[in-house]
């Protein structure tokens, strides 16, 4: 089974988290929304399957490049 | 008599070059689901339009004279949707489609053909690279590669590469050199193959990994649109095609407008949240802005917080580079500088006006955007926008931060400057203003002090009042304004063909 990291594309924080692990999601869905530069930006997933390890909390301080979640297609 | 016989040889050695790589190798890709180089001109072009250059070429070496029908790459001229194009097709069946001395002038004939006659090149690539032995040793020095303007790109006539299975050598230096790449999911591109690679460097290297259509859609930016079969990437062509010129000396070609694609500007204030904080898909607004469904994005997995768009509006094509804050909060990253920079040289190369939309808070700032040169990413940016001579049109929809403002077509950089009364134009946030001229938050009564300070008024009619912005519009009012204001900046070379300074700029940054 392929696996697909969710990685944070910005300097910020996690706002909200909006799937849990095992979901079921589609390329593109909404997964979290950060806090960054006065705007609440969304993590959108990569691509289509089920939410593995969530490795970020609400109010986390995140980094451009670090993984967030796991996703496997 | 003597004639029969000899127009009996042409049609037996026509069935033999036309036979390409004999039926078995051509069963096994058919089995493969992918079109052989043939079936890809047919797909391609305009139903008989196809005039073949080098049918009877084979390689110069005689003891493959017999195994080289074409010599592995198809060359000739046709049509599509009715305007001439030239293109090499390269026969994978035969000898990988490898560089050799023949069909290496082939190219070169197909190439210069195109350039004086001003028709687009397409590249239908699939090729493992120089041939060998023709390319070993002293000798093979001495005779492959010997063209001074092999690789000489200046733009003349549009040129399209599609990479449609394993890209080394000439159909990887083609596409590098095109305006306009489409892959083929599957199809890979590198200097030189997974297999030379890993033992040249003696690591296991996956063919994938090193050039698949992931690593080019979201890493290189090389690869400008990405397809699942051989009929979508060449559809994907003509697609493309369809908002350029023949060549450089030529307007764009005009289409009927689309009907539904007058009065949707209500829904622009619908996706356009109403406040700051909030992000939206600018895609969304494009296309209410654009003749319907006449928007095509190029590169959009790569440099995300700018989208670049080829559209018409009005029945003509325009370029749009779009700020979108669904990434990055809007936030110009290198990737997307490069990418912003790629485009802006193609439309002004082909005489496609740009319309830049804008809503960033200003270009990403950080170490890693540094190490990639960022600084040098953002002059050359501005030195092209300050060569441009097709129309530019800049609209500023919310946030214009920053050096970014520049670089989007603000100041004088635009022959025309509309902005929405969302409008937001400052230099940087008021408290992170404050914080570098009161020391860091170290002394918080001077800090308040200044983040009101700073705070100024940076809504829109201070740059109306100064008219630095031509205008300030209703956003629903937008295409109709458009319309207008690029009819008027296309008369300027009367025949809308500007003067192409960027023409000799590279295709890859």
């Not at chain 2, 997307?336 to 700032?365: H, R």
């Not at chain 2, 009364?421 to 002090?449: H, I, Q, R």
Request: hydrophobic share 40%.
């Amino acid at each position: 089974m392929a696996q697909t990291k969710v990685v944070c594309e910005i300097n910020g924080s996690v706002w909200k988290i909006q799937i849990k692990e095992g979901d079921a999601v589609s390329e593109d869905d909404t997964l979290a929304i950060l806090e960054s530069m006065k705007m609440e930006i969304p993590v959108l997933a990569p691509a289509s399957g089920t939410i593995g390890k969530i490795l970020v909390a609400e109010g986390d301080s995140v980094a451009e490049g670090q993984d967030l979640m796991v996703i496997n297609e | 008599m003597a004639h029969d016989e000899m127009i009996a040889e042409l049609a037996q050695r026509k069935e033999k070059a036309l036979a390409m790589g004999g039926p078995e190798k051509l069963a096994k890709r058919k089995a493969e689901g992918h079109l052989n180089a043939r079936e890809r001109l047919e797909a391609l072009l305009d139903k008989d339009s196809w005039i073949e250059s080098g049918l009877f070429a084979t390689s110069h070496r005689p003891e493959v004279r017999d195994k080289t029908p074409g010599d592995g790459k198809i060359g000739g001229f046709g049509k599509v949707a009715g305007r001439p194009v030239a293109v090499v097709s390269n026969d994978f069946t035969t000898m990988g489609a490898s560089s050799s001395v023949v069909n290496g002038k082939k190219i070169r004939h197909i190439r210069e053909v195109a350039t004086r006659s001003g028709m687009p090149l397409i590249m239908l690539g699939e090729s493992t690279g120089a041939r060998m032995p023709d390319r070993m040793g002293a000798e093979g020095r001495a005779i492959l590669g010997q063209d001074p303007i092999e690789y000489l790109r200046s733009r003349e006539s549009p040129w399209a590469s599609a990479l449609l299975g394993a890209c080394y050598g000439s159909s990887t230096w083609y596409g590098c050199l095109s305006d306009f790449v489409v892959m083929r999911k599957g199809a890979t591109m590198a200097v030189a193959s997974g297999r030379v690679t890993s033992a040249a460097i003696r690591q296991e290297i996956d063919s994938e990994e090193l050039g698949g259509w992931k690593m080019h859609a979201e890493h290189s930016g090389l690869v400008d649109a990405i397809v699942d079969t051989d009929e979508e990437a060449l559809l994907s062509i003509k697609k493309w095609l369809s908002y350029l010129p023949s060549h450089q000396n030529e307007a764009p070609p005009a289409y009927d407008v689309p009907e539904g694609s007058q009065g949707r500007g209500q829904q622009i204030l619908e996706i356009l949240p109403d406040t700051p904080n909030k992000v939206y898909d600018v895609r969304k607004i494009i296309d209410l802005v654009v003749d319907k469904d006449s928007r095509f994005e190029l590169k959009p997995r790569y440099g995300k917080s700018i989208c670049t768009s080829l559209a018409r509006i009005d029945g003509k094509s325009v370029g749009v580079v779009a700020n979108n804050p669904m990434f990055k909060g809007g936030a110009i990253d290198v990737d997307a500088m490069k990418k912003a920079t790629a485009f802006i040289v193609q439309c002004d190369s082909f005489n496609i006006p740009l319309l830049f939309m804008v809503d960033t808070p200003g270009f990403l700032i950080g170490l890693e955007g540094e190490r990639r040169a960022a600084p040098g990413k953002i002059m050359n940016w501005m030195n092209a926008l300050s060569l441009v001579t097709v129309p530019k049109i800049s609209l500023i929809m919310r946030k214009s931060y920053g050096q970014a403002y520049l670089n989007m077509g603000g100041g004088r950089n635009s022959d025309e400057v509309l902005a929405w009364p969302t409008a937001d134009l400052g230099f940087m946030a008021a408290n992170v203003g404050a914080s570098v001229l009161s020391g860091v938050d170290k002394d918080p009564e001077k800090y308040a002090k200044m983040a009101k300070d700073l705070s100024r008024d940076t809504a829109v009619w201070g740059l109306a009042q100064l008219y630095e912005a031509h205008t300030v519009i209703d956003p629903r009012d937008t295409r109709e304004t458009l319309i207008r204001l690029f009819e008027i900046h296309r008369n300027r070379h009367g025949s809308g063909v500007g003067k192409h300074r960027l023409a000799v700029w590279p295709t890859t940054y």
